[in-house]
C-alpha cells in the first residue's frame, strides 16, 4: 500500500448532500465547484465524501441500493441545461425548498421528474456526443450497469418493495422471467441507464475541477453491503444465504461507546471461502471502481476485515454475537497484485483488538483517532492528541459523531469537560476551534474536519446518530457558512502547521 499523501495535509469533511442548492439537495453543479474554490482558497487538500451511491431506507449511503451505482438525486439540473437536455424555464418551476436540510420525500420525486424530462429529450434529439458516450459507458461499466439497471426498474415497478418481497422468478432470476421482464419494460432500463451516465459525467467533471485546484477527493467504502441491493440479488453465490436466498447470519457490532446493545446492521455477510477460492474478484472490482470515482477511499469498519461480528438472523439486538475470522491480508494481497498500491485508509474506531493494529500495520495503512473520544480522565485515551502517532488520520468528528459544539454541551462528561478545557487552556467557548486547532496541531500526518465544526453547529446540525434509523443524512450548509472569515481561520490555521497543499 501506498502512503496517502508525502506531506502534512489537511482535508474538510462535507457530503455532496450537504452544498448549497435551489434544488432541494446540494448536487454535482455549480455549488459544487464554487466549494471546491472555496476549500482550494482555504489550503485544503482534501475533500472527504461519504458513500455516493443511492441510498435505501432512512437515506442512508452506507445501506445503498448498490456498491457501483451513484445516486441520481446528486445529478444538477443546471448542467443538464447547459447540455440542452432542460430548459431554463423549467428549472423557475422549482418549488422552495427548507435551506438547511433535505426533505427528501419531496426532493425525490421533483428530481426523478426532471431526469425524466431530460430523458425524453435525449430520445427525441439524440445528440450524437452523448449517444455515443452513452454507448462507450454502457460497455466500460457492463460488468455491473445492466444487473443496476435491471433492479432498479424492477424495484421501481414493483413499489420500491425491496427483492427478496418480489414474485419468486425475479427473486430467483430464473432467466426466462428476467427476459420476459426485461422485454416489456426496456425503456425503463434505458432511464436508468441515461441516468447513471448523467451522474458518471458530472462526477468526473467535479473531479477534474478538484484536480485542477489541487484538491484530491477521499471517498468511502463500507466493508458490508445492503440486503436489498443489486449486488446481493444478482450475486447471491457470494454471501450467506439459505435455499430461499434470506440470510442465515447478519453483520453487526457488540455493544460499545455508541450503543449499549451494540449496532445490528442487519446487512448479509459475505461468504469469504467462495470468495477467496474466486480469487477475491468481486473486491478486485468494487475498489477498482471506487478508485476510479476518488483519489483514496476510506474502509468502513477496517476491523471486519480481521474479524467480524456475526449476529443469528432473527435477533433483535446485537449483543448475542461471536466473533468470526475474516480474510485478513490474504485479501489485500489479492487486492493489490491486481491494481497496484492502494490509498487507503483504514477506519478502525470500536472494539479494536491486537490482530486489527497488526493487520494495518502490516498494510501500511494510516488509522484514525476522534478527539471526541480523547478526553476521559481515566484511563487516558490512546486518542489524546499527546499520545497519536503519524500514521494516522485525526478527527474532531465524524459523520456518526455529534458535532463537537454538541458533544461538548450534550454528550461529554463533566470530566471530559474540565480535561479539555485544561488540555486547551481555554474556557471551551469556542470548543469546536479548540478542537480544530488540536487536530491540526497534532503530528498525525492528516488532520480532517467536518464542516459543521467550522461553522460552530450545534447537535441539531449532526449528520447522522449511529442506531437511530430515521431523520438522518438531512443536514445541509447555507452560503454563510462558506464565508470568508471562517476560510480565512482555516488558511492561518493550515499554514501555521504545514498542512498547506501549496503556497498560501
Known amino acids: 500500500m501506498r502512503p496517502m499523501t508525502d506531506q502534512r495535509s489537511a482535508g474538510v469533511l462535507l457530503h455532496p448532500t450537504c452544498l448549497p442548492s435551489p434544488f432541494g439537495i446540494g448536487d ?16 485544503v487538500h482534501w475533500w472527504q465524501v461519504l ?7 432512512g437515506e442512508s449511503p452506507y445501506s445503498a441500493i448498490s456498491t457501483f ?7 444538477s439540473p443546471e ?11 423549467e428549472l423557475a418551476q422549482t418549488p422552495v425548498f427548507p435551506e438547511q436540510w433535505v426533505d427528501f420525500s419531496a426532493v425525490e420525486p421533483f428530481k426523478v421528474e426532471l431526469l425524466r424530462r431530460a430523458f425524453d429529450r435525449f430520445r427525441e434529439s439524440r445528440p450524437a456526443t452523448l449517444e455515443h458516450e452513452l454507448v462507450t459507458f454502457r460497455e466500460v461499466h457492463r460488468e455491473w450497469l445492466e444487473d443496476y439497471a435491471l433492479f432498479r426498474a424492477l424495484k421501481d415497478a414493483h413499489g420500491g418493495a425491496p427483492w427478496y418481497e418480489w414474485p419468486r422468478e425475479l427473486v430467483k432470476r430464473e432467466p426466462e422471467a428476467l427476459l420476459d421482464w426485461m422485454e416489456a419494460h426496456r425503456e425503463d432500463v434505458a432511464f436508468v441507464e441515461f441516468c447513471q451516465l448523467l451522474f458518471f459525467r458530472q462526477w468526473s467533471a467535479l473531479r477534474g475541477t478538484a484536480a485542477r485546484l489541487g484538491i484530491d477527493i477521499l471517498g468511502d467504502v463500507p466493508i458490508f453491503v445492503a440486503r436489498d441491493s443489486a449486488e446481493v440479488w444478482s450475486h447471491p453465490e457470494l ?10 447470519v447478519v453483520a453487526g457490532v457488540p455493544p460499545d461507546y455508541f450503543s449499549e446493545t451494540g449496532q445490528l446492521w442487519g446487512n448479509p455477510l459475505y461468504d469469504w471461502e467462495r470468495m477467496a477460492h474466486e480469487g477475491y474478484a468481486w473486491w478486485i472490482q468494487r475498489l477498482r471502481h471506487a478508485l476510479d470515482l476518488a483519489d483514496a477511499v476510506r474502509l468502513d469498519h477496517f476491523r471486519g476485515f480481521a474479524s467480524y ?3 443469528a438472523a432473527g435477533e433483535e439486538t446485537a449483543i448475542k454475537g461471536h466473533w468470526r475470522p475474516g480474510p485478513g491480508r490474504a485479501l489485500f494481497d489479492a487486492v493489490a497484485e491486481a491494481l497496484g498500491c492502494l490509498p487507503l485508509v483504514a477506519e478502525d474506531l470500536g472494539e479494536i483488538t491486537p490482530d486489527v493494529v497488526a493487520l494495518r500495520k502490516e498494510l501500511g495503512l494510516p488509522g484514525m483517532a476522534i478527539l471526541h473520544f480523547a478526553f476521559s480522565p481515566e484511563p487516558r485515551s490512546s486518542f489524546i492528541p499527546y499520545a497519536l502517532e503519524r500514521d494516522l488520520v485525526v478527527y474532531t468528528g465524524t459523520h456518526d459523531n455529534n458535532t463537537s459544539l454538541g458533544w461538548y454541551l450534550e454528550d461529554a462528561t463533566e470530566g471530559e469537560r474540565d480535561l479539555v478545557r485544561r488540555y486547551t487552556t481555554s474556557s471551551g467557548r469556542e470548543i469546536a476551534w479548540e478542537l480544530i486547532h488540536l487536530a491540526m496541531a497534532s503530528v498525525a500526518d492528516m488532520a480532517i474536519v467536518p464542516h459543521q465544526d467550522l461553522a460552530g453547529l450545534g447537535a441539531d446540525c449532526r449528520m447522522n446518530t449511529p442506531s437511530v434509523g430515521e431523520g438522518n443524512w438531512r443536514f445541509r450548509i447555507t ?3 462558506c464565508g470568508e472569515g471562517i476560510q ?4 492561518e490555521m493550515i499554514d501555521v502547521y504545514g498542512r498547506a497543499s501549496r503556497s498560501l
Open 28 to 43: 454535482l453543479g455549480p455549488s459544487a465547484s464554487a466549494y471546491l474554490e472555496w476549500l482550494a482558497g482555504a489550503g
Open 69 to 75: 451505482a451513484g445516486n441520481e438525486l446528486l445529478v
Open 79 to 89: 448542467l443538464l441545461v447547459e447540455d440542452g437536455l432542460l430548459e431554463r424555464s
Open 309 to 311: 461480528w456475526e449476529v
Open 488 to 491: 480565512t481561520r482555516l488558511r
Open 479 to 481: 452560503p454563510a457558512m
Open 51 to 57: 458513500p455516493l451511491h443511492p441510498p435505501g431506507p
Open 239 to 248: 454471501f450467506l444465504l439459505d435455499e430461499e436466498r434470506r440470510p442465515t
